[in-house]
């Protein structure tokens, strides 16, 4: 069965620390695709970034980082120097290939909910 | 209007009533999702259509009825809900390959009484 497993259900940080937010899947499939999501107070999920199963190179965008370790199937999420803006939930989330043309059933994990102090 | 715009915001209706959530996407995408997220659970995939044919039902009670007239249009239309299906409702869109992400709407926020 497909899962993904965010175990930390919120943190809490202060302003500039940095964070990491982890992310555990499974799945049977070879060729998937991992995401993360970011849902600010306001509601909407936005996108923030996409890896698939064949692309084991880590990421850095700004103050974000991914780290995909297909060997212990885990897709972890680091933010350098946080900032109160970062707080929202963010979620994990796991597609496997098309499905009747469209993207699939997206997992996703529970979310962990990051609270940045100033 | 960019994005994907989701309305009403907010919802109350009671068991009886029968309402309609509005979605709508402006980026040309081709497939469109319903997903419920409800306190303390993950998003649960509701619906899917691609090229406005429904390919996902993920086994939803009746009482939520989608409609897709055009690829930039989705409808949820409700009718004697419970007071459990209180949630948050999103729409998304993508283009209709695998690797292609999903671009949400703020939700509707529904309470049924």
């Known amino acids: 069965a497909q899962k993904v497993t965010q175990a930390q259900t919120e943190i809490s940080v202060v302003e500039k620390e940095d964070v990491t937010l982890d992310c555990v899947y499974e799945t049977r499939d070879t060729t998937y695709y991992l995401f993360w999501y970011k849902q600010p107070p306001s509601g909407e999920l936005v996108f923030l970034i996409r890896?698939?199963?064949?692309?084991?190179q880590n990421e850095i965008s700004g103050r974000y980082s991914w780290n995909f370790q297909k060997s212990t199937s885990s897709f972890n999420f680091t933010i350098t120097a946080s900032q109160v803006v970062d707080s929202a939930v963010y979620f994990c989330a796991l597609s496997e290939t098309n499905y009747g043309g469209s993207q699939g059933n997206l997992i996703f994990g529970k979310g962990t909910k990051l609270s940045v102090k100033p | 209007e960019t994005g994907v715009t989701q309305t009403p915001r907010h919802l109350v209706m009671g068991m009886t009533n029968k309402k309609s959530l509005k979605c709508e996407q402006h980026?040309?995408?081709?497939?469109m999702y319903w997903y419920k997220q409800s306190a303390k659970k993950p998003l649960e995939l509701m619906f899917v259509y691609s090229l406005e044919e429904r390919v996902e039902n993920n086994s939803v009670p009746s009482r939520f009825s989608p409609e897709c007239p055009n690829s930039s249009h989705l409808f949820l239309h409700l009718h004697t809900l419970q007071p459990e299906d209180s949630a948050l409702y999103l729409c998304?869109?993508?283009?209709?390959?695998?690797?292609?992400?999903?671009?949400f709407g703020n939700g509707t926020r529904l309470t049924v009484t």
């Open positions: 998304a869109s993508s283009q209709d390959k695998g690797d292609s992400p999903l671009h």
């Open positions: 890896r698939n199963s064949f692309d084991e």
């Open positions: 980026l040309g995408h081709n497939a």
